[in-house]
């Protein structure tokens, strides 16, 4: 289920037309920011800096945190209700740990799931009118497991056309140096994460906005500076956009895959034998021809 947020009218030489467009519901989140703790006429903020556990965990813990809120105002409180209410947590996904750090609500939750290769979904149930919040994953087909029916989409099996590979490693960085000012003291931490891959250090840098005075212990205080650098260096990735077309006769959309499944990719042309999630299906109707367009989120490459 969607908003539309956006219609457009068009009356011209005889041409009449209504565009519609807008977002699915999942987007209602984004109306919520995860503000930072501190002195704030936000009443029931919580007390907490970070949260740190199983990804699907941290996500609910933002998601209840920060999904309704209330204000004071000079002539009373205002409450925010999102509307959304909470599903079930079956506690999925690898150790995360994530600081408050002024994002919007919906963004954070993503990057708490993304690399445990889930998302989340704001789904309407019409006969009881709720919007119910929950995490979803998809299903692993790739050929590396026996469970589910194995996908692989590849130029050699001709059961995908018109690829579109992009490869950019400009904005790559696998180093960070977090700097932070704190009443006159200066703080620094360099945040390595090498790869086996790599042939050198690439350095980015932060310039932090943490108070020391917020943190209990000074441990805390350089983990809230890695997190700062940690967040920077998930931004600063080797980009592989995988999109192509997928070929009628070969596999069917939502039955033999899905949004959110793992599948293989393989394009030799320009040597790249990958696993990635599928993260968007373009589906396009027009006089008669159907076109699926498949979009991949980050590829873990095989080769």
Not at 123 to 132: A, G, I, L, P, T
Not at 273 to 290: F, R, S
Request: proline share 2%.
């Amino acid at each position: 289920m969607g908003e539309i947020t956006q219609i457009n009218y068009i009356n011209q030489g005889g041409y009449k037309a209504i565009n519609l467009s807008g977002f699915f519901l999942e987007n209602w989140l984004n109306r919520r920011v995860v503000y930072r703790k501190g002195t704030t006429n936000i009443l029931d903020g919580p007390e907490w800096m970070n949260q740190e556990g199983n990804a699907e965990d941290v996500a609910y813990a933002y998601f209840n945190a920060f999904k309704d809120v209330s204000v004071s105002k000079n002539d009373g409180t205002v409450n925010c209700i999102l509307g959304i209410e909470s599903g079930q947590n079956l506690s999925r996904g690898i150790i995360s740990n994530h600081e408050r750090c002024g994002e919007k609500l919906g963004n954070k939750i993503y990057a708490i799931l993304k690399p445990s290769e889930m998302s989340y979904r704001v789904s309407y149930d019409f006969e009881e009118n709720r919007k119910v919040f929950s995490v979803w994953s998809g299903y692993d087909r790739t050929q590396d497991q026996s469970e589910n029916n194995p996908v692989t989409f590849s130029t050699r099996y001709g059961n995908i056309k018109n690829p579109n590979i992009l490869i950019d490693t400009t904005n790559y960085c696998n180093s960070c140096i977090v700097d932070n000012e704190n009443n006159g003291s200066v703080y620094e931490r360099a945040l390595l994460k090498k790869q086996e891959d790599d042939d050198d250090y690439i350095f980015s840098f932060v310039k932090s906005s943490v108070n020391k005075g917020d943190y209990a212990s000074e441990t805390d205080f350089y983990a809230a500076l890695d997190a700062e650098g940690n967040t920077d260096l998930n931004e600063r990735i080797k980009l592989i956009n995988v999109e192509f077309d997928a070929m009628e006769g070969s596999y069917e959309y939502m039955e033999d895959f899905d949004i959110g499944d793992k599948c293989n990719i393989e394009i030799p042309e320009v040597d790249i034998a990958a696993d990635a999630v599928l993260i968007g299906c373009y589906e396009v109707i027009k006089k008669g021809d159907h076109s699926l367009t498949l979009e991949f989120g980050e590829p873990v490459l095989r080769r």
